[in-house]
Every structure is written in C-alpha cells, then in structure tokens.
T-cell receptor, first 116, second 112 residues
C-alpha cells in the first residue's frame, strides 16, 4: 500500500521569499510517480510538477522545483520568490503503474499563506 | 478544448435519494478517476477506470457505482444518499504522468 505524508498543516511565508513544503512517501513499488497540486480558495486542482522515480534529475517547472531524495523517500516542493497568488493549499500525491496510474494517493495537504 | 467537465457544480439531496454526477473529457485520455474531498483531508479515491469497459474500486467505494461505456464519459452514481456523502467530488483524467491529472472543477454535494 502507498502512503503520502505531509507534516506541515500550515505555513506563513513573506512575499519574494522561498518556501519548502515537505512530503514523504512510502511504497514498495520500484516505479512510481510523484505529483504536486495547488488548490486555491476557488477550489480547482492545478497540476504543478511531476517527478518519476527513475528520473535522474530533480523536476523543475518555472518557480517550482522538486527536491527528490529517493533514499529518504521524500519529494519536497520548493517555491521560489513567493507571490501573493501562491497562497493556497498544496497537495503531494503519488501513483504507481504496477498498481495503476488511475490510482492517485494524496497527502493531507499544506496551507500556504503568503504575506506582503 | 474543455478538458474535464463536471456537472452539476452544486447539488442538495435528501437522505435516500439517488443521483448521478456527470464527468466528461474531450482529451481521449485512458485513465479517469473520481475523488471526494472532505474538510481538512486530502482527496480520497472512490473509483477509477483504465479504459472503456474497465473500472475498479478505490479507497472509499461504498455507496457509489461507476461505469465507463465510452472513453469520454465516467459518471458516478450515488445509490442512496447519506449525510456522510456530503463532500466535494472531483473527476480527473490522465494523459500521461508527465502531464499530471487534469481535474474537473468539482461538484459540491450536500445531503440533508
């Protein structure tokens, strides 16, 4: 069984600063994918970034980067130069093809508030 | 190109009523899933499908049915609504892992 843990229920960060959101996972599958999603107060789920377990390099997407430490089973999201529009709930999730790509397991989420 | 379309956006049901939440995608994606989101919790998988005609249960399937007769549509049926099914429901479709899942805008369901 897969499990995703996000230990930070909420964080405050000042505008223009970087913030790291923690995510640890547990799986016995050798092949898996890790995802980060943003959910603003409007409620939609926005895909941010993906990391495959066999990817050699950490994923980056604009101001988002994923600090992937496979041995420690962690996949932390780093948001650089925070903006007020980054205030949202952030979810870490994983899926494994040996189970099914159709099954996405989510963490409980981290609420980020960006202050001026 | 609408992506994933969910209807309705809001619904109030009485206990014991049945209804179908609609989900349609225009991206020809094989994988589709239904999730529910309760306050303070992440999304939990209800049912998923790996292609037309193939569905399977997720983490919280009780009280819900699905079918996938076409690639485009993946409706979720509540058989006999209960207050515990009050939640926000999301449908999602996956093209490929690198692209992430595309989510619908959600259905806020209240069962009274």
């Amino acid at each position: 069984a897969q499990k995703i843990t996000q230990t930070q229920p909420g964080m405050f960060v000042q505008e223009k600063e970087a913030v790291t959101l923690d995510c640890t996972y547990d799986t016995s599958d050798p092949s898996y994918g890790l995802f980060w999603y943003k959910q603003p107060s409007s409620g939609e789920m926005i895909f941010l970034i993906y990391q495959g377990s066999y990817d050699q390099q950490n994923a980056t997407e604009g101001r988002y980067s994923l600090n992937f430490q496979k041995a420690r089973k962690s996949a932390n999201l780093v948001i650089s130069a925070s903006q007020l529009g980054d205030s949202a709930m952030y979810f870490c999730a994983m899926s494994a093809p040996t189970d099914s790509w159709g099954k996405l397991q989510f963490g409980a989420g981290t609420q980020v508030v960006v202050t001026p | 190109n609408a992506g994933v379309t969910q209807t309705p956006k809001f619904q109030v049901l009485k206990t014991g009523q049945s209804m179908t939440l609609q989900c349609a995608q225009d991206m020809n994606h094989e994988y589709m899933s239904w999730y529910r989101q309760d306050p303070g919790m992440g999304l939990r998988l209800i049912h998923y499908s790996v292609g037309a005609g193939i569905t399977d249960q997720g983490e919280v399937p009780n009280g819900y049915n699905v079918s996938r007769s076409t690639t485009e549509d993946f409706p979720l049926r509540l058989l006999s609504a209960a207050p515990s099914q009050t939640s926000v429901y999301f449908c999602a479709a996956l093209k490929g892992a690198n692209y992430g899942y595309t989510f619908g805008s959600g259905t806020r369901l209240t069962v009274v």
